[in-house]
């Protein structure tokens, strides 16, 4: 017979006092494990101007794994995604992270299904695209994990 699965009722965040700076900030309660998908694009064209993702609350999460799903331009080009963090969804900034700074599929590549692991270092997270020239077809979404 199975157990049966505990409900409990909790805040996922408290406000916690920095002594040090007399201040209060808020905290993430990581006791359990979480998951949430955030879709970036639906089968988007990405072109030579730049497209932004929606920007979501990424401040619960301790990392990303991004699904990326690119249909290749029908010329010579590269196309650039890149993950922008920002503390106030206003102000974004790369990501300096080695694994998912500035990734670049070429065409040459042919189409491609890949993963790439990012931190989730701050409040708010978007990602950026463009192509050097043509039309790629980009799907891609991010699994945010505590």
Not at 27 to 55: C, N, P
Not at 80 to 105: A, M, P, T
């Amino acid at each position: 017979m199975p157990a049966e699965i505990t409900m409990i009722e909790t805040y996922d965040s408290a406000m916690i006092l920095d002594q040090e700076e007399n201040e209060w900030s808020q905290g993430w309660l990581k006791v359990y494990k979480r998951q949430r998908t955030v879709d970036l694009f639906k089968s988007e064209s990405i072109s030579t101007t730049e497209k932004f993702s929606s920007a979501f609350l990424s401040a619960p999460y301790e990392k990303a794994l991004m699904e990326i799903n690119a249909t290749a331009a029908a010329v010579a080009s590269t196309l650039c995604i890149d993950v922008e963090f920002s503390d106030d969804n206003s102000n974004w900034y790369e990501n300096e992270d080695i694994e998912s700074r500035n990734i670049q599929l070429q065409r040459g590549d042919g189409n491609r299904k890949l993963c790439v692991q990012c931190p989730v270092m701050a409040q708010y997270m978007r990602v950026k695209s463009i192509a050097t020239a043509g039309t790629w077809t980009l799907t891609a979404k991010a699994i945010l994990i505590t």
